[in-house]
């Protein structure tokens, strides 16, 4: 069974890169980007990769972030 879950944190984001989860991004309630894989984050900005070479740049503290994680 998988869940949705938020990215939070530092470690949240990490997590999700490390292990290649995809992510959906949210932005004013509306999905922005879906099936990304996180590529290098800071604490204003993530980039998510959706392509070989499509990366996308959102800010960090206007959107959301969820990804489906196995429980």
Not at 17 to 25: A, F, G, N, Q, S
């Amino acid at each position: 069974m998988a869940h949705n879950m938020r990215l939070l944190t530092d470690d949240d984001f990490q997590d999700a890169m490390d292990r290649r989860y995809l992510v959906r991004v949210f932005k004013n309630d509306h999905i922005v980007d879906s099936d990304a894989v996180i590529s290098r984050f800071d604490d204003t900005l993530i980039v998510v990769q959706t392509r070989v070479s499509e990366l996308t740049y959102h800010d960090r503290k206007s959107c959301e972030f969820f990804t489906m994680k196995k429980r």
